[in-house]
Structures are given as structure tokens and as C-alpha cells.
């Protein structure tokens, strides 16, 4: 797509991987067009994470709008207020566990939310043909592996979840949206991502966090459950190479070859956070608590990325230890970040919930 980018609307951006686009735009990309950030402000953001920006940039060429995207009259508002050309979606419920408990808020914001965006999107393709629409997915629509093989873009759909299911219909949308009514879209499909800014209820954060403050690290089941682990920054390079280089209505899977046990996973942050704190690993290794497993737990991701790698030119520029060193740096300097992003929310949220498991 050799179209610039003048006005990008991103849902989602305080939360994480969003948080993180924002700063690859502005910081690696030096885009010198609009960014719109839409975010309804749930607990899983945190707008701390977007303070440098703000700072720089607020006003001029950032621009924060509290608003949900299940309210389509205000974000086509928006979107026209600052001609939006793009829109690069985020804004989910993200975490697998919550789907369990509560999966009606994962209905209403991934399905319905998007839904309420691709037609705010078919709104603006009308006025402007160059509008293009990225839905960031997940490698989880594809389900679970056995030991073998890995996920391509062929693969049917099999998500087990919740989140993946909400998901999963969220894609079909999408792509219903590009056959119906050629409205034009881009989709990824990510495995699991780790870096700076994360919630703390993901796996890495929470166990940084949990050895940082002597806690149990709760390890799920028997912890040989798998992950393709990629640093976010290679995420964000990724959907910029997409969003620039990539063919309308088409799906691109997006991995970091990097597949891990969760066990031996948190082995390797234990001997990390002992060698950046100088205390000995085995204090950490001790707190390894294996607590029962998440129910309908998929046992094994693995992604096929040799699309985008082929037809693009990109591929994960971390090696896992570059990326975890990188994150760990930046936990550990980070240590008032974690106050403000809700954490005491979340440790009563898992009490409440959870009982034991969270530790
Ligand atoms: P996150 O939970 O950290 O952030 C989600 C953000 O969306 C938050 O800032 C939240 O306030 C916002 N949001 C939620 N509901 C909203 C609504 N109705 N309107 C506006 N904003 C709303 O999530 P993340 O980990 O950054 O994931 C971002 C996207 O990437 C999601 O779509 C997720 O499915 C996808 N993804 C995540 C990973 C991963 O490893 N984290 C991997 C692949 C794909
Ligand atoms: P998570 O970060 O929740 O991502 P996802 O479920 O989307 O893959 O979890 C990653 C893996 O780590 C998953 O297999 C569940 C496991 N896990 C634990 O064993 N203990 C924990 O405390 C958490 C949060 C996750």
C-alpha cells in the first residue's frame, strides 16, 4: 500500500502493545502525520504510559480522546474532526483468564466494539478511497497444537476461549467487511507479546513483579504449556510493515520463533532478575509454586511467519535474550510505573477471584 499515512486513529492505546506503537511512531518511525489515541480508559490501561508523548506532542500532532468504541457516533465524529486515514485497532479485552470469568465484557468490546468500528471505517471509506482499516489479532484464533506443526494463515479457526473466540468473530467481521462491502482492511495474527508497559497480570510482569516483591510465582498445571514469546517492538515494526507494504483483505501472521515452556520460561526470568539484582537464582527458583491449571488451557502456539517474512521483509529483530533483557531493564526502572497501573486493583480483582492462585 504506497499510500502515506497522514491521520491514524489508534484504538487502544494505553494499553500495552498499543502504548507501544504510539512510541514506535513517533520515537523509531519519526511519523510526522496525526495520531489520534481512542481509549475508553478500562483497567488495563494506564496513561502514564503515554506521558512522554503527551508531553511533546499534545495538541500538535498526539491527541487523546476518552471515548469507547462501542460508541460509534462520537469516534466517526472523531475520526472526521481529524480526517482520519487509518485506523489501527487494539482496544480489546485481552486477558485470557477474565474471559473465563467474565466473557460478556470480551463479547461487547471485541465483537460488538468491533463491529461499531468497521462501520465507522465503511462510513469513512465512502469519503476518502485511500481509508484503510487494521484489526490487530492473535495467534489464539487458531486454538491449540499438538507437539508438532505450527499455525499459517490457512489454518482453520479453533479458538477455545472466551478471549480467543471473541476474537476469532472479530476477524470474520473484519474480513466479511473487505468480500461485502470492499471496505479496505489488513489483519495480523501475533503470538504472545513481552516488553515495557504490560499488565501486570500477564505472565512475564507478573512474575517480575511476584520475585521483585518475595512472592509465590504460580506456574499453571504442569508449566510445559508453550508460548511464541516476541518483544513488542518487533510487533510494532511488524504491523508498521503491513500497514505500509501489505495487500489489502489479506492476513499476515506475525511470531518470534521463540517457543518456550511456561517452566522453563520462568526458570530463565529467575536467573535473570538474580543476575540483575545480584542475589542468588535459587531464592527466586524456590518461589516456583505449580498451582491448578487454567481451565480449557491451550497446551501449545506456534506461528508460521514465513509470509510477511517472504512477501515483506520483516522478521523479529530480538533474540529473546535481547528482549527480556531490555524488559527486565525497564521493570526494574520503572518501579512507581507499576503503582499507578492499577496493580492493587488487580491483586483484589485475583483474591477475589481466584482464591489461592495468584499468590
Ligand atoms: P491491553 O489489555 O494491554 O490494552 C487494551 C486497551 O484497550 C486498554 O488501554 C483499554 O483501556 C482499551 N479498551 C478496552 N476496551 C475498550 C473500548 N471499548 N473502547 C476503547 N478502548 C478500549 O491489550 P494488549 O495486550 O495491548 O493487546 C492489544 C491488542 O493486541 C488486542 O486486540 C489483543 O487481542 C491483541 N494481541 C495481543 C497480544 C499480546 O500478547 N498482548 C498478542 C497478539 C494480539
Ligand atoms: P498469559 O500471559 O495470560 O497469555 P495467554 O494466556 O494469552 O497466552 O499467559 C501465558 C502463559 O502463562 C499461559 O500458558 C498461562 C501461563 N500463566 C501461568 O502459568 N501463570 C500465571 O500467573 C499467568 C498469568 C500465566
Redesign the pocket.
Known amino acids: 500500500m504506497a499510500t502515506e499515512r497522514k491521520s491514524i486513529l489508534v484504538t487502544g492505546g494505553a494499553g500495552f502493545i498499543g502504548a507501544n506503537f504510539i512510541h514506535h511512531l513517533f520515537e523509531q518511525l519519526n511519523f510526522k502525520g496525526k495520531v489520534i489515541n481512542l481509549d475508553c480508559l478500562t483497567y488495563a490501561s494506564n496513561v502514564e504510559n503515554l506521558k512522554s508523548i503527551e508531553e511533546k506532542y499534545s495538541g500538535s500532532r498526539y491527541f487523546f480522546e476518552k471515548v469507547s468504541i462501542n460508541d460509534a457516533e462520537r469516534a466517526l465524529e472523531i475520526c472526521n474532526r481529524h480526517a482520519v486515514d487509518t485506523i489501527v485497532h487494539f482496544a480489546a479485552e485481552?486477558?485470557?483468564?477474565r474471559s473465563i470469568l467474565g466473557p460478556a465484557a470480551f463479547v461487547e468490546t471485541n465483537i460488538v466494539g468491533t463491529f461499531q468500528l468497521l462501520e465507522v471505517g465503511r462510513k469513512l471509506h465512502k469519503e476518502n478511497s485511500d481509508f484503510v482499516f487494521y484489526h490487530v489479532s492473535?495467534d489464539?484464533v487458531y486454538g491449540s497444537l499438538g507437539p508438532t506443526g505450527s499455525f499459517t494463515e490457512e489454518t482453520p479457526y479453533d479458538p477455545r476461549s472466551p478471549?480467543s473466540a471473541s476474537k476469532a468473530s472479530s476477524d470474520h467481521l473484519v474480513r466479511a467487511s473487505f468480500h461485502t462491502y470492499g471496505l479496505p482492511v489488513l489483519i495480523s495474527n501475533c503470538s504472545?507479546n513481552y516488553g515495557p508497559y504490560q499488565h501486570l497480570?500477564?505472565?512475564?510482569p507478573?512474575?517480575i513483579t511476584k520475585m521483585l516483591s518475595g512472592q509465590k510465582?504460580?506456574?499453571?498445571?504442569d508449566?510445559k504449556?508453550i508460548?511464541d514469546w516476541l518483544y513488542v517492538g518487533d510487533h510494532c515494526e511488524a504491523i508498521w510493515t503491513i500497514l505500509t507494504k501489505g495487500q489489502v483483505g489479506e492476513t499476515y501472521n506475525v511470531g518470534g520463533d521463540c517457543e518456550i515452556t511456561?517452566i522453563d520460561?520462568?526458570r530463565r526470568l529467575c536467573e535473570k532478575v538474580a543476575k540483575f539484582t545480584e542475589t542468588p537464582a535459587q531464592k527466586f527458583l524456590d518461589l516456583i509454586e505449580f498451582?491448578p491449571d487454567?481451565p480449557g488451557?491451550?497446551r501449545r502456539?506456534s506461528i508460521d511467519f514465513s509470509k510477511i517474512s517472504s512477501q515483506l521483509g520483516w522478521k523479529p529483530k530480538h533474540s529473546f535474550e535481547e528482549g527480556i533483557e531490555k524488559t527486565l531493564r525497564w521493570y526494574l526502572d520503572q518501579s512507581n510505573w507499576s503503582r499507578t497501573q492499577s496493580g492493587e486493583e488487580y491483586q483484589r480483582w485475583v483474591a477475589s477471584n481466584y482464591g489461592k492462585?495468584?499468590?
Open positions: 485481552s486477558h485470557v483468564d492473535t489464539e478471549y504472545n497480570e500477564k505472565l512475564i507478573h512474575m510465582l504460580p506456574v499453571y498445571g508449566g504449556n508460548r511456561n520460561l520462568v498451582v487454567r488451557h491451550d502456539y492462585r495468584g499468590g
